[in-house]
């Protein structure tokens, strides 16, 4: 009589989110566990959108059919022998059942790994989110760029008239890049001949302008912003957003023609919802392994975590480079709850941060080194082609 023997099941390890960090998890669970885990990777988009770049709104308005500056395909960027990608809108997690609700399906887990990233938070202001351009996502920034467009393009239809107003809401470092790109665009190039330079204005809300940068950075950054023509005004929160005006907390208003918000981020509502304990912006808190504290097997990694630093006590900030290194902490836990061996912790280590600033300058902080101006800028670019090019190498 023959006997049959059945093959062990591969377990499965879904992560939610192709952006950086759940690049980075795909390739590193594969890298160390091989084809002892299958890797499932899910995100809405078909595309790896390089998110930290989307304050390009001029570029992105100026090529607006080749999106590839911005998004690279996923067919591109994983060997699909390692990995496998679905594409789907994650509209529920369940803990309990070890499932994630997609549009179309249920995707079931052994292994968690959630990178969905954040949203804009708009703090429960009226008007805020309907009347706010954002440029947290490639579909926003498009849209941002778009209207820029056609708010340009009527100026130069209508000679004589005030310069059209666009107005940014938040002084955090997308605020500030954001707000500076559009300020020193060739519009003209852009748009119209005829366009004219339009009237930039950034509102910060209860939080310093560009709050945790040095001293000399901040006064670099003001001077840079006021000499391309933006007007910083500092303390003036936002309460209310109607057609064409802002209402400040002191009962001011501010005219635009254009607004952009960019007053900080929270957690996706699928995480927000979550069974577990949150923080700040709803995002989850996690233990020292990146873990759920009562869902063994689940990680967390990005903008949806709220983790303290061992030691310092000092929250990790939301960015990519926070995502990038603690990416790789949360494959390699993956695999090692898998086999049952010990854990890494997870402790950040700013390498610096730098922000654009138009026409080729910038400021910067690379560990005890401060630069602005063009080296800024340059160095700047160097790390996003990098990376971009790392990306595409697969």
């Known amino acids: 009589m023959q006997s049959t023997s059945q093959s062990p099941r591969i377990p499965q390890a879904v992560i ?10 795909a390739k590193s669970i594969h890298r160390r566990a091989g084809s002892g885990i299958d890797v499932v ?3 809405r988009s078909p595309d790896h959108v390089l998110r930290t770049e989307l304050y390009q709104v001029d570029e ?3 090529a607006s059919a080749d999106r590839r500056r911005w998004a690279v395909p996923m067919a591109e960027v994983l060997d699909g022998r390692k990995t496998r990608f679905v594409q789907g809108l994650v509209t529920g997690i369940d803990l309990s059942s070890k499932t994630v609700r997609l549009e179309s399906e249920t995707v079931p887990f052994d292994y968690l790994v959630i990178c ?3 949203v804009p938070s708009y703090f429960g202001i009226p008007g805020a989110k309907e009347l706010g351009q954002e440029v947290y996502s490639l579909g926003g920034a498009e849209r941002l760029a778009a209207r820029l467009l056609e708010v340009e ?3 130069a239809k209508a000679p004589g008239t005030p310069r059209p107003r666009v107005v940014v809401v938040g002084g955090g470092s997308t605020g500030t890049e954001v707000a500076a790109e559009i300020a020193t665009a060739d519009w003209k190039q852009i748009a119209d001949p005829a366009a004219p330079l339009p009237q930039v204005v950034l509102l910060t809300g209860p939080m310093p302008f560009l709050q945790g940068f040095p001293d000399p950075l901040i006064r670099h950054s ?3 912003l006021e000499g391309a023509g933006v007007e910083v005004r500092e303390n003036t929160p936002v309460v209310r957003v109607d057609a064409g005006v802002l209402t400040l907390k002191d009962g001011s208003t501010v005219a635009f023609d254009l607004c952009v918000w960019c007053a900080g981020v929270e957690a996706p509502p699928v995480v927000a919802q979550l069974p577990v304990e949150h923080g700040h912006g709803k995002r989850v808190k996690v233990s020292s392994n990146l873990e759920l504290p009562q869902y063994p097997g689940v990680f967390a990694v990005g903008d949806v975590i709220e ?14 480079q926070a995502a990038l290194a603690g990416a790789p902490v949360a494959g390699y836990n993956v695999v090692a709850r898998h086999l049952g061996k010990r854990m890494k912790r997870f402790s950040y280590h700013e390498r610096g941060v730098i922000i654009s600033l138009g026409l080729g300058k910038g400021v910067g902080r690379a560990g005890p080194v401060t630069l602005w101006g063009r080296p800024a800028y340059v160095l700047k670019s160097l790390v996003e082609a990098e990376y ?3 990306v595409e190498r697969g």
Do not use: E, F, H, Q
Not at 16 to 25: I, Q, R, W
Not at 307 to 320: C, E, H, I
């Open 307 to 320: 983790y303290a630093n061992p030691g310092s006590g000092v929250l990790v900030p939301s960015t990519a």
């Open 41 to 43: 990777l899910v995100d």
């Open 16 to 25: 939610l989110g192709a952006g950086y960090a759940g690049l980075s998890v």
């Open 116 to 118: 969905l990233g954040s």
């Open 60 to 62: 992105i308005a100026a």
């Open 388 to 390: 971009s090019l790392a």
């Open 153 to 155: 393009r009527a100026a």
């Open 222 to 224: 003001r001077k840079l």
